[in-house]
């Protein structure tokens, strides 16, 4: 189900808030799980913050979807922030840390580049990444 979402996209700071509901139909059961997520950005000239934070609730019902599971301490935290510098509106540098931290019975993971992919176990797991890069847009 769709939730409201509202955000500013006027003037600087820029600010995001997104509501999410997952229900699902499963063939003995029903899943659903609720989430929260919100987004800062600040652009000061050449020099730009961002920060954002994601709630994932517990999943209430049972079974497993995708990362979503139902039952207590499935729910998980992940947030981001980061600074990007532009050296012309078509090059930026940037640099972002990120952190999820998945609850005791959860396995959430990144959605690109994952960590599972690297064969260790993400239930319960407290993952973090730092990627600095450059984007050009020919």
């Given at each position: 189900?769709?939730?409201?979402?509202v955000?500013s996209t006027?003037?600087?700071?820029?600010?995001?808030l997104?509501?999410?509901?997952l229900?699902?139909?499963l063939?003995?059961?029903?899943l659903?799980?609720?989430?929260?997520?919100?987004s800062?950005?600040?652009?000061?000239?050449?020099?730009g913050l961002?920060?954002?934070?994601g709630k994932?609730?517990d999943g209430?019902?049972?079974?497993?979807?995708?990362f979503?599971?139902?039952?207590?301490?499935?729910?998980?935290?992940?947030?981001?922030?980061?600074y990007e510098y532009?050296?012309?509106?078509?090059?930026?540098?940037y640099?972002y840390?990120?952190?999820?931290?998945?609850?005791?019975?959860?396995?959430y993971d990144?959605p690109?580049?994952g960590v599972?992919?690297?064969?260790?176990?993400?239930?319960?797991?407290?993952?973090?990444?730092?990627?600095?890069?450059?984007r050009?847009?020919f």
């Amino acid at each position: 189900s769709a939730l409201p979402a509202v955000g500013s996209t006027s003037g600087t700071p820029r600010l995001a808030l997104i509501a999410e509901r997952l229900e699902y139909e499963l063939a003995a059961s029903r899943l659903a799980r609720n989430a929260l997520y919100v987004s800062l950005s600040h652009q000061a000239g050449r020099h730009g913050l961002r920060a954002s934070v994601g709630k994932a609730n517990d999943g209430h019902g049972s079974g497993t979807v995708g990362f979503v599971r139902g039952g207590a301490d499935t729910g998980a935290v992940h947030a981001t922030a980061g600074y990007e510098y532009m050296f012309s509106p078509r090059t930026t540098v940037y640099a972002y840390h990120t952190r999820l931290h998945n609850d005791d019975h959860a396995a959430y993971d990144f959605p690109i580049n994952g960590v599972g992919t690297l064969g260790g176990p993400l239930t319960g797991a407290h993952i973090a990444a730092t990627s600095f890069g450059m984007r050009h847009s020919f």
